[in-house]
T-cell receptor, first 114, second 114 residues
């Protein structure tokens, strides 16, 4: 089971780039890394997913070093509306019979200040 | 508009009572999940289903039951055996079982004890 460790909280200012790092030292070969965003009283929302190297979409980038023991979510030019909890999930495909490992950690509370 | 609908948004349970939380998806997804979230905590997996008429226990299945009679629906019953049911319950789905497709979440049901 790939245990993840994230900072409990981070503060940033509007317009800055924010990097949130997740440590997953015992990641398995078939594990993927997925990041979700959650606002209060709502379900998490998918942000980005990757296996190795760098992935970029319209809202974020995900950097994964060669050893895959950590990953960094990068949010460019954050705004007040990016204030939320961000979760890093490391898990294999459900078909591997490992859906019991789909447990989200406590996440990182990002607060964007004006 | 495709998505996941959870109802009701708020639910109150009396002592010794069973209550059922509804989850419906129109995304044509094979896999569905139920999570529990306690204040300030991450999500913990209760049950998941890879296909109709099949479901598996997650990490905290005791005191809960599910059914998957239709692809679109995955109701969760919180039984009287669940002694601490007060929590935020989230339903999710993902496209296929043999992949690492990200999960789509509903907006949750908040269950409280009267």
């Amino acid at each position: 089971l790939a245990k993840t460790t994230q900072p409990i909280s981070m503060d940033s200012y509007e317009g800055q780039e924010v990097n949130i790092t997740c440590s997953h030292n015992n990641i398995a070969t078939n594990d993927y890394i997925t990041w979700y965003q959650q606002f209060p009283s709502q379900g998490p929302r998918f942000i980005i997913q990757g296996y190795k190297t760098k992935v970029t979409n319209e809202v974020a980038s995900l950097f994964i070093p060669a050893d895959r023991k950590s990953s960094t979510l990068s949010l460019p030019r954050v705004s007040l509306s990016d204030t939320a909890v961000y979760y890093c999930l490391v898990a294999p495909p459900i078909s591997s019979g490992s859906a019991r490992q789909l447990t989200f950690g406590s996440g990182t509370q990002l607060t964007v200040l004006p | 508009d495709g998505g996941i609908t959870q109802s009701p948004k708020y639910l109150f349970r009396k002592e010794g009572q069973n209550v059922t939380l509804s989850c419906e998806q129109n995304l044509n997804h094979d896999a569905m999940y139920w999570y529990r979230q306690d204040p300030g905590q991450g999500l913990r997996l209760i049950y998941y289903s890879q296909i109709v008429n099949d479901f598996q226990k997650g990490d905290i299945a005791e005191g809960y039951s599910v059914s998957r009679e239709k692809k679109e629906s995955f109701p969760l019953t919180v039984t009287s055996a669940q002694k601490n049911p007060t929590a935020f319950y989230l339903c999710a789905s993902s496209a296929r079982v043999n992949s690492n497709q990200p999960q789509h979440f509903g907006d949750g049901t908040r269950l409280s004890i009267l």
